[in-house]
């Protein structure tokens, strides 16, 4: 798949950063050691644990080299690690272990919440966010329009290169191996400039892997305009001329 775009992303930082705030005011957890943000992108998300906890030593992880870039030129006095989230061995076990919008990016989520769960200490905390992408009528429509015959082949297996479960999924999983488990779920309700912000800001994610699979220009931009005629249909433009993108998101906290 074709590497993050670091400045794209950022496009929609409000957005996407608003959920790490939110999970974050969840958390309470006095003067942890060391925080480790897995999947953290161009750091928008880790700058807000630094801020938040400004005595520990916050860690930002991710397999994106562009990513990782844009994260040290932004952030030079932080800790900045390229790595595989599934492999990572970290030198120290972290207090709270902090994820969000990363982990559908990665598979066999049942072995990687219990990998997570040796990388903290003994009285840390997981925070975690999945945008469930699948659930909205953006996503469902995405996965409709990839079955077309004239992309179905490249696109085949495009889906399964996310990985998402429901709340029960992760609570059974979670409640085995942790103390304490919330689980809660929350529609953002974001308001953008025109429908054409919407499939901007999917454009950079999850739009991304089945971009990335339809190499020719023509293809591209005729999967771009099919699914620009979806968003015209299922979402309406408001009467000052903005128009609502309502996002579904997973959170999960547990604790040892
Ligand atoms: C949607 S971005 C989220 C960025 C940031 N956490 C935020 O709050 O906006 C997902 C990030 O997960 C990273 N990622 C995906 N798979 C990964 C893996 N297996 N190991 C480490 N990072 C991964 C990607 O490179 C990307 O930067």
Redesign the pocket.
Known sequence: MMD?NPEH?LQFRSE??QP?IDLISRIEFDNPSLIL?????PG??TRVLAERWPQSHVIG????ET?IEKAKNDYPEMEWIL????TYEPERKADILF????IQ??DHHDTLLQKFYHLLSDNGLLAVQVPLFRDMPLGKCIDRIARDTRWKYQLEDVSTLLTIHNYSFYYDILSSLFNSTEVWETHYMHVLDSHLSILEMIRS?GLKPYLSRLADDIPKKKFEQEVLKSIEEDYPIQKNGKVIFPFHRLFFIARK
């Open positions: 993050w992303y996407r950063t790490s943000d897995i999947g953290c992108g928008n998300s992880l991710d397999n994106s990513m790595a595989e989230a599934a994820s969000n919008a990363a990016w990665m994610t």
